[in-house]
């Protein structure tokens, strides 16, 4: 009896809080699954098939790879987990800080994208690589561009996710206990996202000193926030 009453309080019979565990599920399968396709069906197969460099391919991918794996494995944890919203909650407060491994990826993004494009215009073989792999059903519409971006909007979204959940959960005082958890992960996971547009912005004013450096040698370039 005790486990029964255990298991109905880790579930919710609020439609409105079951609409947002279903969605942070539906989604990070939907990523999973694209993020798959990158590495399997793209970084992968294009250094076995040696279509491009490996220098112009670990731009274009950066560490696509490690993202992967460690959303494989929270997905794992997300879908046993799904009917416990304190489950749930521990997930991304345990996982938080792995997830500054986003901050390396979100970098190397402009310079990826870029890569890319001029990349599949020089490359003829890289060019033909990519239309062919555009035709993979399981990809529908999407294009490598589309899905590489994916990671890029990927923490962002986990924020709003929580912070929904948290919204609904606020408006049942017997969840207090939940909500808290659920407050906690927001937080640790806003932490990553102010690291993650951080860490962007220096990066980005890097680039820019870089490249007026390369258009003025001879000229020193002092950064906004340099000592």
Request: glycine letters at 2%; proline letters at 3%; one cysteine or more.
């Amino acid at each position: 009896i005790l486990f029964l009453l255990q298991f109905k309080d880790d579930m919710t019979d609020n439609p409105q809080i079951q609409n947002v565990i279903q969605e942070i599920l539906t989604t990070e399968r939907s990523y999973n699954k694209y993020l798959s396709i990158v590495v399997n069906e793209y970084a992968k197969k294009i250094m076995e098939e040696e279509v491009t460099d490996a220098n112009t391919a670990n731009k274009i991918f950066s560490n696509i790879q490690t993202i992967q794996k460690f959303n494989e494995d929270m997905l794992q944890e997300l879908e046993e987990k799904q009917n416990s919203i304190e489950g749930l909650a521990r997930i991304f407060i345990q996982r938080a800080a792995f997830l500054k491994m986003y901050i390396q990826y979100v970098n190397n993004f402009s310079d990826s994208a870029t890569t890319l494009a001029q990349s599949s215009k020089k490359n003829k073989r890289l060019s033909r690589f990519l239309e062919d792999r555009k035709k993979l059903p399981q990809q529908g519409n999407l294009d490598l561009s589309d899905m590489l971006i994916m990671p890029v909007q990927r923490c962002p979204r986990y924020e709003l996710l929580l912070a929904d959940l948290s919204k609904k959960l606020g408006s049942d005082p017997n969840r207090k206990g939940e909500k808290d958890l659920v407050d906690e992960a927001v937080s640790k996971v806003k932490d990553v996202n102010r690291s993650i547009n951080e860490q962007s912005r220096i990066a980005e004013n890097l680039n820019r000193v870089w490249m007026i450096q390369r258009q003025f040698p001879a000229m020193e370039v002092r950064l906004p926030f340099s000592t």
